[in-house]
Structure formats: C-alpha cells, structure tokens
C-alpha cells in the first residue's frame, strides 16, 4: 500500500490554517495516524485511528477521513508546528510511511 | 514516564550484523498493554518500519527484511533488541526504537532519541 502525501513542500505563516493530505492506493479503513517530526528529533504521534488525538497533544491538531483520503488540519499554526509531517498505515504489512511534507515559515 | 534508549555500535561493516538495544524504564516491557518496535531512517529521507515485537514474543516484520531481521525481548533487563544480518551501505540510518500501543491498530506513542548507524569498511 503506497502513501502520497501532499504538498510535499509547505510555506505558511503563523495563525494560518494548513491542511496536509495523504491518500493511499486502496481502502486502509481507518488503519491511519500523523507524526511530527522536528530535526534531529524523534517523530511524535499526533494523531491515531485518522482522527483520535494523542493525549498531550494541543487542540488545533486534527485529522480526518477514512479509505482511501486523510487530511491533518492545524487550524491556527503556532511557531512550534514548523517541522515535517508523515501519515502512516497500518492496514496490512508492510506498514508504510508518507514521504513527509515539510511545513516551513513564510 | 516511560523513557527509552537506543544503544549499539555506531560503525558496522558491510555483510556484518547490526545489533541494537534499546533499553525501557518508567514501565514494564512484559505488560501486555504494548508491543515493542524498530523504525529507521536514512538521513534526509523518509521513515521505514522494520518490524515488532509483542509481550508474547510473537514477531511482525517488514517483508522485504524479513530474511534479515530478529527481534527479541530480554524481560530480566526489560530491554529488547535488534539484528540485522548482512548488512549494507543501504541499511545506513537512524534507528529508532519505539514503544507502540493499541487502539484497532498498534500505533507508537513513546520513541527513543534514535541513533545512527552507519554502514561503511
């Protein structure tokens, strides 16, 4: 099962909304999460099942669909968030990773 | 808090095995609520899943290093470990161990700081 993320690249400024998608190549359910990883960190999950949130992890994180689509929506971005995000499946094996989008300051 | 460490040579030669350890404090390896994982990454790139381990000693393993990986659990030192038989200059990442737990799908909440491995004579 291969993951796409999109956009691969993401400049945004602080207090925007951003939306990160990743669609993978055939039906995972909701087999799904979201890390972020910021450099030389080890990634952190953020999100689990497409939707539930990681305890401690703030309220402007959310994610979102089932299938085939996912989305991770920041709703108001705060100068911490700045680090890349990879998707995940863990339908079947092999359990895959997105390539990873990089959220950068504009 | 549970709290984990990855160990293990820094430098392996090609065709060697790379063994790794990685060691939990703050909980109990042997408790049933968790399994217990290994995750890579080569510098600059993306992340690779190679495989789990569950309290019952039952293993999953990413198949295309499936003939190559072992993971074991040792409960007297609550630690578990890796190898990877026949390495190669591919094999050179950041590996991370990571605690995992289950929600339909074991998923990994808690990681250790990672450590690189690189593959070089």
């Known amino acids: 099962i291969q993951l796409t993320q999109s956009p691969a690249f993401l400049s945004a400024s602080v207090g925007d909304r951003v939306t990160i998608t990743c669609r993978a190549s055939?039906?995972?359910?909701?087999?799904f999460a979201w890390y972020q990883q910021k450099p030389g960190k080890a990634p952190n999950l953020l999100i689990f099942?497409?939707?539930t949130l990681q305890s401690g992890v703030p309220s402007r994180f959310s994610g979102s669909g089932s299938g085939t689509e996912f989305t991770l929506t920041i709703s108001s971005l705060q100068p911490e968030d700045f680090a890349t995000y990879y998707c995940?499946?863990?339908?079947?094996?092999?359990?895959?990773f997105g390539q990873g989008t990089r959220l950068e300051i504009k | 808090q549970v709290q984990l460490q990855e160990s293990g040579p820094g430098l392996v030669k090609p065709s060697q095995t790379l063994s790794l350890t990685c060691a939990v404090s703050?909980?109990?390896?042997?408790?049933?609520?968790?399994?217990w994982s290994w995750i890579r990454q080569p510098a600059g790139k993306g992340l690779e899943w190679i495989g789990r381990?569950?309290?019952?000693?039952?293993?999953n393993y990413n198949p295309p290093l499936k003939s190559r990986v072992t993971i074991s659990l040792d409960t007297s030192k609550n630690q578990f470990s890796l190898r990877l038989t026949s390495v190669t200059a591919t094999d050179t990442a950041v590996y991370y161990c990571?605690?995992?737990?289950?929600?339909?799908?074991?998923?990994?909440?808690?990681w250790g700081q990672g450590t690189l491995v690189t593959v070089s004579s």
């Open positions: 990571a605690r995992e737990k289950y929600s339909r799908a074991w998923y990994a909440d808690s």
């Open positions: 381990i569950y309290t019952s000693g039952s293993t």
């Open positions: 099942d497409a939707s």
């Open positions: 055939q039906d995972i359910s909701s087999f």
């Open positions: 995940q499946h863990l339908h079947s094996y092999p359990i895959t």
């Open positions: 703050g909980d109990s390896i042997s408790r049933g609520s968790w399994s």
